[in-house]
Nanobody, 119 residues
């Protein structure tokens, strides 16, 4: 399973940006997809996740500002980030929890995309 993330960059505080992540490979079904982030010197943390049924979960720090959604093809996940703050600066990683055709459950990670929010 391969995940290709894109959309990071440099943005001013208060601005918006959208991250995209597309999954490909031997995927029978998606159990959940999500976004994590890791700032320098900190542990990787969950930002937002969405299940196959459409249920969403957000970190308290991004509630009301970020929106996670799935594409129509269900192999793509987006993270719309609004009202960005300097503390949102981090490398953002896409994650997909999938089941392959052999019934194995696999958790895959994308390569990470850098978001820098300037004050």
């Amino acid at each position: 399973v391969q995940l290709q993330a894109s959309g990071g960059g440099l943005v001013q505080a208060g601005g918006s940006l959208r991250l995209s992540c597309a999954a490909s490979g031997s995927i029978f079904s998606f159990n959940a997809m999500g976004w994590y982030r890791q700032a320098p010197g900190k542990q990787r943390e969950l930002v937002a996740a969405i299940t196959s049924g459409g249920s969403t979960n957000y970190a308290d720090s991004v509630k009301g500002r970020f929106i996670i959604s799935r594409g129509n093809a269900k192999n793509t996940v987006y993270l719309q980030m609004n009202s960005l703050k300097p503390e949102d600066t981090a490398v953002y990683y896409c994650n997909a929890a999938i089941s392959d055709y052999a019934g194995a459950r696999i958790s895959s990670w994308g390569q990470g995309t850098q978001l820098t929010v300037s004050s």
